[in-house]
């Protein structure tokens, strides 16, 4: 018996091992943030008033960055950023949840496809606010925008 409590124990150890070798940095990513109940209901609440999105923005299922804590005269955020998968120069959408998780809000950032390289993003892109940021979470995922070293 004492064998297979050894066996068991080191199963247990081995699987966390390997879910700790997956998330390296230690911090979560946007898709994974889905599995928790209180993100997915916040964002779905943003989705409620929306309009044609594309799957990849309504399931937050694409290439991610590792979410930060970010914290704005006392009220905390958790914020990432999300592209669609293949085409992360063209489709992103930056992330900010209450640090409560009650509420999500996104900046969703398309530039036309072709765009030449001589070209700044920033005067060719859509900007689209979902969840009515109010202006403090829209200068916190703007300066998320802005820290990407090919906005221009």
Request: hydrophobic residues 40%.
């Amino acid at each position: 018996m004492t064998y297979l409590k050894t066996l068991l124990a080191a199963l247990l150890l081995s699987g966390s091992a390997a879910a700790l070798a997956a998330n390296t940095d230690g911090q979560l990513r946007v898709p994974e943030l889905m599995s928790n109940a209180e993100y997915k209901d916040a964002w779905r609440d943003v989705l409620k008033d929306e309009a044609r999105l594309p799957d990849w923005v309504i399931n937050l299922d694409g290439t991610s960055t590792p979410t930060q804590a970010i914290d704005d005269k006392g009220d905390k955020y958790l914020v990432g950023q999300i592209c669609e998968q293949h085409n992360c120069f063209n489709q992103r959408l930056y992330v900010a949840f209450t640090w409560d998780k009650s509420h999500a809000y996104a900046l969703w950032v398309q530039l036309p496809d072709g765009l030449p390289t001589d070209r700044a993003p920033s005067q060719h892109a859509t900007l689209r606010w979902l969840g009515e940021p109010d202006e403090r979470v829209q200068q916190i995922l703007e300066e998320q925008l802005k820290s990407d070293p090919n906005w221009y």
